[in-house]
């Protein structure tokens, strides 16, 4: 009766805690990887970050934006560099 509506509660209660901790845990992870990656290290990307959910996602939708800004910051120094020695 009420003892095991009570159990199940607390059950679900520290289920609840422990998914909400582990995504919290990622994304304090996920946002701390981004705020170190700057101009000076553009070919960082996030590893330690793995999965099909959603906070993975984002990590691989940011290392794929990090690669393009990579590929653009290397054709702008290439292209800086052409201009210069034909000055």
């Known amino acids: 009766g009420t003892h095991s509506f009570q159990f199940i509660f607390a ?3 520290i289920a609840g805690f ?3 901790y ?3 845990q990622s994304l304090h992870k ?3 990887k981004m705020r ?3 101009h000076k290290n553009l070919n960082e990307r996030i ?5 099909e959910d959603e906070i993975g996602e984002l ?3 940011f290392n794929r934006l990090l690669d393009r800004l990579h ?3 290397q054709r702008e120094q290439i292209g800086r560099a052409q201009s210069e020695l034909q000055s």
């Open 22 to 24: 582990k995504f919290t």
């Open 71 to 73: 590929e653009a910051f």
């Open 11 to 13: 059950i679900l209660a």
């Open 59 to 61: 990590a691989n939708v």
């Open 47 to 51: 590893t330690d970050i793995k999965g």
């Open 18 to 20: 422990v998914i909400i």
């Open 36 to 38: 170190l990656i700057t």
């Open 30 to 32: 996920l946002s701390n």
